[in-house]
């Protein structure tokens, strides 16, 4: 039996996933890997983190706004690039929608 965590879970299950038609002992890998992917929580970022990791890659934003003028996307870039890393709908300006989107560049680095 492999050795699953929560830091390998979702590999694991990505690995197996594709496997699993040809072998249906895979079936309890794959259970117990989704299993600690969807009840691992991490403690969440301080607000400090985020957006020192935001400095620090050299990242930068743009709110776009819609036809009518109301602020709905927040995309983040890397500065000097045209296409964004994350564009994410938001409901105005706010330093939440600002976090939100640059937690979501953060998680995608750690996969």
Known sequence: MMNITKDNAYEVAQELEHQAKTSPALADEIASAIQVVEHSELPPRKTEEVFDYFADQGLT?????????????????????????????????????????IEYVMDQEEL
Do not use: Y
């Open 61 to 101: 934003h743009i709110w776009q706004a819609d036809i009518n003028g109301g602020i709905n996307i927040c995309e983040i870039h890397k500065e000097g690039f045209f296409d964004p890393l994350v564009s994410m709908t938001c409901d105005g300006i706010s330093a939440k929608s600002l976090r939100q989107a």
